[in-house]
């Protein structure tokens, strides 16, 4: 295998699987087909990240037998080389709202368990100034900071258009608060990023979870909530997942886990509206059609809804789809 000639050939290759921070293309290598994985060019920062992603899959590689193989890690350009996974995204079987496989409930179930099981020596050092061992307000503000900068950052035309929307200049003050109360809970390695389009089910009902460039060192409850937030579960499978973490945790990371879960999907719903403002107000601008720009409306009108009992509340009525396709004609066409 030449890892170089496989980047320049995937690098010129179109219609690749693409998501926010990643293209992933396949081609063919001498033993069979394999993927390259490339950074995606100007992709802003909307998540927090620790480590290089091959750092993360070297060191779980004994841990966690679901994760993707890496073949090769470049440098100077930065890419990888993972083993071709041949299966379906979960996402194309099952859509959000949709029930979940059952051998994919079963493989997240394990996951956890896996994750929850990988000592700390094993994975690359944190930074100094990362919160300590067991400080879960401390770990929470790292995320809340993040939101923040989040908003602050674009353009006049982006902070209007937050500012049209109602979106408060800090929308994590409820939050911070809600944050010191937070029960203190040994940390563990976080996958961070656990949603269909993450996830493949081959033939053999085995599960490969894609994608691990946000893996974290933190809180286990936030993995939890961050999967049920982006994985959209029906109720049955909502209380399948959350029962098997539950199974899987140890007990001093169950301590006021509901109420800790509680706070992480609320910062969830503020994190997803304050990003997705941005997101789905530029798609709502390029959308083809008029009712293609009211779909994304309610879309993003749903998001701040969710969003708005967590934040300060303003003068402002919520947004309707109207109210939301008019900011956007304003300030983003």
């Known amino acids: 295998m030449d890892p170089v000639a496989l980047y320049e050939e995937a690098r010129a290759r179109e219609g690749a699987q693409s998501g926010h921070y990643n293209r992933n293309v396949r081609v063919e290598g001498d033993s069979g087909p394999v993927v390259v994985r490339m950074r995606s060019e100007a992709a802003e920062a909307m998540d927090l990240t620790l480590w290089p992603e091959a750092d993360v899959l070297a060191a779980v590689a004994p841990y966690v037998p679901s994760a993707p193989h890496l073949l090769h890690a470049g440098t100077g350009p930065d890419f990888q080389i993972h083993a071709f996974v041949e299966g379906r995204r979960v996402d194309d079987l099952a859509p959000d709202g949709k029930p979940l ?52 950052r674009g353009d006049a035309s982006i902070s209007a258009l937050y ?46 979870f894609l994608d691990w460039e946000l893996a974290l060192w933190g809180d286990p409850v936030y993995d939890l909530a961050d999967h049920l937030h982006k994985t959209s579960p029906t109720a049955a499978d909502r209380t399948a997942i959350s029962t098997a973490w539950h199974r899987a945790a140890p007990p001093d990371c169950r301590e006021h886990w509901l109420e800790d879960l509680d706070y992480y999907l609320a910062h969830e719903a503020v994190k997803s509206a304050i990003v997705d403002t941005v997101r789905w107000g530029r798609r709502i601008a390029t959308a083809p059609s008029q009712d293609a720009r009211l779909a994304l409306a309610h879309e993003l009108t749903a998001k701040l809804t969710a969003a708005r009992p967590h934040w300060p509340a303003g003068p402002r009525p919520a947004p309707t789809p109207a109210d939301v396709q008019a900011a956007v004609g304003r300030w983003l066409c």
């Open 101 to 152: 496989p059952e051998p994919v409930l079963e493989a997240v179930g394990a996951l956890f368990v896996q994750l929850l099981r990988v000592p700390s020596g094993a994975l690359p050092p944190v930074p100094s100034d990362w919160p300590r061992d067991g400080d879960t307000p401390a770990f929470a503000t790292r995320l809340l900071d993040l939101v923040r900068t989040i908003r602050r």
């Open 163 to 208: 500012d049209a929307l109602g979106v408060p200049d800090d929308p994590c003050a409820l939050l911070q608060t809600r944050a010191a109360a937070l029960s203190a809970r040994p940390f563990r390695l976080l996958h961070a990023d656990i949603h269909r389009k993450n996830m493949i089910l081959t033939d053999q009902d085995q599960v490969v």
